[in-house]
């Protein structure tokens, strides 16, 4: 099945928390949590997969964080990526998780 990506952009603002939790599953990026009032609530949700980091594809969890930081923190406080809205039933990752799978 051929998903349509959506490029979404988050701007690190004062006092806005960037609030995002990501992991590993099935090869993929994945948001596994979205703090409420975060800048990443506003355009992300668990279960969405990040195709793209500033326009290119992450390899591993530990290179997407470095991505994201060096783009909010150390470049230009704006991240643009392209996702896979819901990609993943969070809910049945989480659970297949706390079975050892």
């Known amino acids: ?27 993929a990026v ?3 949590r979205v703090e409420p009032g975060s800048i990443s609530s506003e355009v992300l949700q668990q279960g969405d997969k990040l195709a793209e980091i500033e326009g290119k594809q992450p ?5 997407a964080s470095q991505m994201i930081v060096n783009a909010l923190i150390v470049s230009t406080r704006k991240l643009t990526l392209s996702l896979q809205i819901n990609a993943v039933n969070f809910k ?10």
């Not at 390899?59 to 290179?63: A, I, T």
């Not at 049945?92 to 799978?101: P, V």
């Open 92 to 101: 049945a990752f989480a659970l297949l998780r706390l079975r050892g799978h």
């Open 59 to 63: 390899g591993s969890k530990k290179e």
């Open 30 to 32: 994945i948001v596994s």
């Open 1 to 27: 099945m051929k998903y349509q990506l959506q490029k979404v952009s988050l701007q690190l603002r004062r006092r806005k928390k960037v609030g995002l939790g990501i992991t590993e599953f099935g090869g």
